[in-house]
C-alpha cells in the first residue's frame, strides 16, 4: 500500500511556472514507477508525465516535452512535476500516481495501482 499527498497547487498566471510535489508513504518507494496526471472539468484523466524507479528516465506525450519536468528524489521519498510557461489550458485538478515498475513506461491510467487525492492548480490569463 502507498499513500500520495500532493501539494503545491494553486493559482498561477499565463507564463508563471510552478512546481508541484508529491509525497508517498507506506511502501519502499524505490520500487514504483511515478507519474503525474490531470484531469479539467469535465473531460477524462489525462498523462502527464512518469519516470522510473531509478529517476533516470522520464517520459512525456509529445505535447508536453519542454514545459513539463518529471523528477523525483528517492532519499526523501518525494516526486516532482515543475511546471513552466503555463498556460490556461493546463488549468486542472493534478494528480501524482504510483505504479509496480516492470520496466515500460506507463502511460494509461489504469496502469497505476495508488493515487493521491489531487492538487489543484488554475491559470489565468
Known amino acids: 500500500q502507498v499513500q500520495l499527498v500532493e501539494s503545491g497547487g494553486g493559482l498561477a498566471q499565463a507564463g508563471d511556472s510552478l512546481t508541484l510535489s508529491c509525497a508517498a508513504s507506506?511502501?519502499?518507494?524505490?520500487?514504483?514507477?511515478m507519474g503525474w496526471f490531470r484531469q479539467a472539468p469535465g473531460k477524462e484523466r489525462q498523462f502527464v508525465a512518469t519516470i522510473n524507479w531509478r529517476g533516470d528516465v522520464p517520459y512525456y506525450p509529445n505535447f508536453k516535452q519542454g514545459r513539463f519536468t518529471i523528477s523525483r528524489d528517492n532519499a526523501k521519498n518525494m516526486v516532482y512535476l515543475q511546471m513552466s510557461d503555463l498556460k490556461p489550458e493546463d488549468t486542472a485538478v493534478y494528480y501524482c500516481a504510483a505504479a509496480i515498475d516492470r520496466g515500460a513506461s506507463y502511460e494509461r491510467s489504469d496502469e497505476f495501482n495508488y493515487w493521491g487525492q489531487g492538487t489543484q492548480v488554475t491559470v489565468s490569463l
Open positions: 507506506g511502501h519502499t518507494f524505490s520500487l514504483y514507477q
